[in-house]
Antibody, heavy 117, light 111 residues
Framework: QVQLRESGPRLVRPSETLSLICTVS????????WGWVRQPPGKGLEWIGC???????NYNPSLKSRVTISLDTSKNQFSLKLNSVTAADTAFYYC????????????WGQGPLVTVS | QSVLTQPPSASGTPGQTVTISCSGT????????IYWYQQLPGTAPKLLIY???QRPSGVPDRFSGSKSGTSASLAISGLRSDDEADYYC????????????FGTGTRVTVL
């Protein structure tokens, strides 16, 4: 069973880059999509983007200019970089994985709160 | 900027059936499958329904999904107190090079 664990700074200063790494255990990278979803405290879910195991990416159009998602299969990790952050980027950030279906996010990380301040 | 619209709240008494609607467009629900997620308080979301009406292993058959045109719905039958949670629909949207969209979310309360 695949497990995901996010790591990275929990506090980021405005205008800087938010960087998170998701470490994958118990599975192979050749299973559909790996992605990131965020949720501001008390608000709804927002899809950030995803990467296929081949390296192709799709991003939320509203974040596309600031987001980069990449894979490092040698380390069993994929990462998120969001630049020029503001307080509006404060949120719980979840890394996610699809298993049976390319668009059903069946596996979720714990979702740490990253604060921009 | 959710493009899938859900009612903000729904409620029912134990044992009742609650239905949540999700309204989209021809570029998302009208073209692709619908997915449903359950988020219990303080936890990560959980995939409840995939491909419109399929349940991952471990999800009780009290949860059922359907889709028609550009709308979808999730029904929870035999409502239980531990069904109290936020529910989100989601779909792939083929516009703007393709992206995933979540619904606005529905808070289900068990009275």
């Amino acid at each position: 069973q695949v497990q995901l664990r996010e790591s990275g700074p929990r506090l980021v200063r405005p205008s800087e880059t938010l960087s998170l790494i998701c470490t994958v255990s118990g599975g192979s990278f050749s299973t559909y999509y790996w992605g990131w979803v965020r949720q501001p405290p008390g608000k709804g879910l927002e899809w950030i983007g995803c990467i296929y195991y081949t390296g192709s990416t799709n991003y939320n159009p509203s974040l596309k200019s600031r987001v980069t998602i990449s894979l490092d299969t040698s380390k069993n990790q994929f990462s998120l970089k969001l630049n020029s952050v503001t307080a509006a980027d404060t949120a719980f950030y979840y890394c996610v994985n699809t298993v049976k279906d390319p668009f059903g996010y069946e596996i979720w990380g714990q979702g740490p709160l990253v604060t921009v301040s | 900027q959710s493009v899938l619209t859900q009612p903000p709240s729904a409620s029912g008494t134990p044992g009742q059936t609650v239905t949540i609607s999700c309204s989209g467009t021809s570029s998302n629900i009208g073209s692709n499958n619908i997915y449903w997620y359950q988020q219990l308080p303080g936890t990560a979301p959980k995939l409840l329904i995939y491909r419109n009406n399929q349940r991952p292993s471990g999800v009780p058959d009290r949860f059922s999904g359907s889709k028609s045109g550009t709308s979808a719905s999730l029904a929870i039958s035999g409502l239980r107190s531990d069904d109290e949670a936020d529910y989100y629909c989601a779909s792939w949207d083929i516009s703007l090079s393709g992206h995933y969209v979540f619904g606005t979310g529905t808070r289900v309360t068990v009275l």
